[in-house]
């Protein structure tokens, strides 16, 4: 067999595969669609699961009076938890670059936990600081320079009120989190097929 017709049956062999590729990846995509749909369905449920069980959880709470230290991660009574303002940065790691990033939270404490917090020293690599907070009817309080201030950033601020630990007598049903499709390449060439 000549060199061209060696070129020639090899370009036919690879066509003939490629071509089942793209079948198989028509078959693929349409597959893919449902399941992006499917995803779509999944998530709003879970989205849905998760804002009813907030909103039966906080009924719970309130309840019973209670309140979440999330530092010794324990409820007590809501006489017995702080709200902090607390502001600095922290370590991140994320995909390989490491930086420090700026926070700015609203968080519970039980009192001593908030003593504690209150005596760390402002400033530092961290450069953190924290102030003592009180709820007004919509919004919250901020002390600061002796001066309760209106927080007005809210919406920049991690409210971090919820318990972490699932297992207390006090939390209903189960955390459920959802990860979505991976992302998928196919080409051939420069072409994407899918």
Not at 47 to 58: E, M
Not at 129 to 149: M, N, P, T
Not at 153 to 177: A, F, H, Q, R, T
């Amino acid at each position: 067999m000549s060199e061209s017709n060696i070129i020639v049956e090899s370009n036919k062999m690879l066509d003939g595969i490629e071509g089942k590729m793209r079948n198989q990846a028509k078959a693929f995509r349409i597959a893919h669609a449902r399941l992006v749909e499917e995803e779509r369905f999944l998530t709003k449920i879970v989205v849905g699961y998760q804002n009813k069980r907030r909103l039966l959880q906080v009924r719970i709470w309130k309840k019973e009076k209670l309140g979440w230290c999330q530092n010794c991660n324990k409820f007590y009574p809501e006489k017995k938890i702080r709200l902090l303002y607390t502001v600095g940065n922290e370590w991140h790691k994320s995909h390989g670059d490491e930086t420090y990033l700026s926070y700015k939270r609203l968080r519970s404490f039980c009192n001593s936990c908030a003593d504690r917090v209150m005596s760390v020293p402002s400033g530092g690599k961290d450069e953190f600081e924290c102030s003592r907070v009180k709820k007004s009817k919509d919004h919250f309080l901020v002390l600061a320079l002796g001066q309760w201030i209106r927080l007005t950033d809210l919406d920049e601020v991690i409210i971090e009120i919820e318990p972490k630990n699932y297992e207390s007598l006090y939390n209903i049903g189960k955390p459920i989190s959802f990860q979505g499709l991976p992302l998928i390449d196919l080409r051939v060439g420069k072409e994407r097929i899918i």
